[in-house]
């Protein structure tokens, strides 16, 4: 009997907002390992896999944002020893993306397209990004 063991990778270093990436759970074990599991958090996700005694399974992500960054965890066990404990791997996901600034003024008076003096005048600036961006203005 040998004891199950579980390898957990991407197939990207840097993982961008919009970009599609690969999960790959690799399970090995004899007696042959059960369908591993893939989840983040309590999210289950479904694999793809092949192979008996050593099984490769996959999931893909496209078009990802940053509700996908999270710890993934893939486990396993042989399917016929009560004596083998669960393996698992785990692994931290982080979306990133550029910074993105956006920035608004308010409406002008009456449709013009220029400011008088003493016009009320306000500029808001917003800054998205992984990781986080700082500006000044």
């Given at each position: 009997?040998?004891?199950?063991?579980?390898?957990?990778?991407?197939?990207?270093?840097?993982?961008?907002?919009?970009?599609?990436?690969t999960?790959?759970?690799?399970?090995?074990?004899?007696?042959?390992?059960?369908?591993?599991?893939?989840r983040?958090?309590?999210?289950?996700?479904?694999?793809?896999?092949?192979?008996v005694?050593?099984?490769?399974?996959?999931?893909?992500?496209s078009?990802?944002?940053?509700?996908?960054?999270?710890q993934?965890?893939?486990s396993?066990?042989?399917?016929?020893?009560?004596?083998?404990?669960?393996?698992s791997?785990?692994?931290?996901?982080?979306?990133y993306?550029?910074?993105?600034?956006?920035?608004?003024?308010?409406?002008l008076p009456?449709g013009?397209?220029?400011?008088?003096t003493?016009?009320?005048?306000?500029?808001?600036?917003?800054v998205?990004?992984?990781?986080?961006?700082?500006?000044?203005?």
């Amino acid at each position: 009997v040998k004891p199950s063991t579980t390898v957990l990778s991407v197939n990207k270093d840097i993982i961008q907002k919009g970009s599609s990436f690969t999960l790959t759970c690799v399970v090995e074990g004899y007696p042959q390992p059960e369908t591993p599991t893939l989840r983040r958090g309590n999210t289950p996700f479904t694999l793809s896999c092949s192979g008996v005694n050593i099984k490769t399974c996959t999931v893909g992500f496209s078009s990802v944002d940053y509700s996908v960054s999270g710890q993934y965890t893939c486990s396993t066990k042989n399917t016929i020893s009560s004596q083998d404990k669960p393996s698992s791997a785990t692994l931290q996901i982080n979306v990133y993306s550029q910074t993105d600034v956006t920035m608004t003024t308010t409406p002008l008076p009456g449709g013009r397209t220029y400011y008088l003096t003493g016009d009320p005048l306000t500029i808001t600036c917003s800054v998205e990004g992984v990781p986080r961006s700082s500006f000044t203005f």
